[in-house]
């Protein structure tokens, strides 16, 4: 078996074909069931009598646990191996999203949330353990641009289909739209037991806590922070945005283009992945229009703003799976889990602080425009840690 597992020949495009589709379904389930509760927010809180404060909870507190449930999610890789934590994880996620369905007050609410949310957050860093174990090196970019794109996509049909679509289908019920959304999960997680063991490599019990002494587990963390907290910060903030500019009518449509072109952005890695990850300057080029078109948000007004806040978002699409990309290709299969944790807790705690700051600086001054300027002041700082990443070992493994 180690001879046809190191084999130069690639697997057959019929033999990657269903660990493409396993791969986009569970990168589906990355954002769906965080991107279900906005438009689902007005039935629970008229049904529960939420104020402001939890209803928003519904949606940040899966996005602190990304953070909070990296590193179960890692020791679970470590001792499991990438698929069975897989599995698990998307077991947990689906149980707990379905929960909320069934949630008869605020506290049991709340709570699974929080357990969906580390359901999600142990998913993150397996996903990408799992890519060397399933692919041989030459397809671990594709195989991140794939999964990503589904995560992109999920954050677009999660928003966009759940209030147009699915909400009548279950006669305007959020209980059972909850439930649709999530218990198809179970189905995915049970199918990531059908590729032939062929296509898996030996699993090596590895270290599982961050190895704060690599570099690139900061490094990668503080650019993910960058791309994560001005995508979810503009989001956030987008309707005060247009509210105190005039625009709010826009409001609508600006959601629309600025998730949907994260969509295209998975859709050109799909095309370039093998080409671009790995490639510094590509990784700087990026951040920098990401940060650009953020100024020019706030700068702007009108559709000139939106447009601005959609070319960063398309940019950040890419910059994040430039990023996430990165630790498949820079380490060991035994030790990409632990990478992966490592910079999912830095930057999705980053994600989290960062707009959360800047939400108290915009309260304090009374300018919504100075709660985005706290997201660009930290990404300017970041942008010189990009000179110093050291990526010639992806590079070398893309091309091998």
Sequence with gaps: MAADLTAETPPSPARLLPVAVLLWLAGLYLRVPILVAP????????????????????????????????MPGSLAISRLGPRNTLVLAMVIMA??????????????????????GLGIAMMQPALPALLPRWLQPHHVAMGTAIYMNGMLMGEFVGAGVT?????????????????????????????LFLPK???????QRAAWLPDWSNPLTLKIGLLLGLSASMFFGLNAYMGNLLEQTGHFDKLSRALFFYNIAQVFASLV?????????????????????????????????????IASATVMSFVAGILLILLVALPPLLTRPGETGRLSAGTFLVGYTIAFLVPMTGGAVADMTGDIRHSILVMIVYSILVLPVIRTLDLTPARRAQNN
């Design 269 to 305: 890695m799909l095309k370039t992945a093998r080409r671009w990850v790995g490639r510094r300057y590509l990784i700087g080029v990026m951040a920098v229009i990401s940060v650009v078109g953020t100024i020019g948000a706030i700068l702007l007004e009108g559709w000139w703003a």
């Design 197 to 203: 063991r062929g296509l898996a490599r030996p699993v």
């Design 95 to 116: 149980m707990g999203s379905a929960a909320r369905g069934l949630a008869p007050e605020i506290i049991t609410l709340l709570a699974a949330s929080t357990v969906m």
């Design 39 to 70: 438009p689902l927010a007005p039935f629970i809180s008229a049904d529960l009598g939420l104020n402001q404060t939890l209803t928003g909870a519904l949606t940040t507190l899966p996005i602190l646990m990304l953070a909070v449930g990296a």
């Design 163 to 191: 209030l147009p679509v699915l909400v009548p289908l279950m006669d305007n019920s959020w209980r059972l739209t909850l439930l649709a959304w999530s218990l198809p999960a179970l189905l995915v997680a049970a199918a």
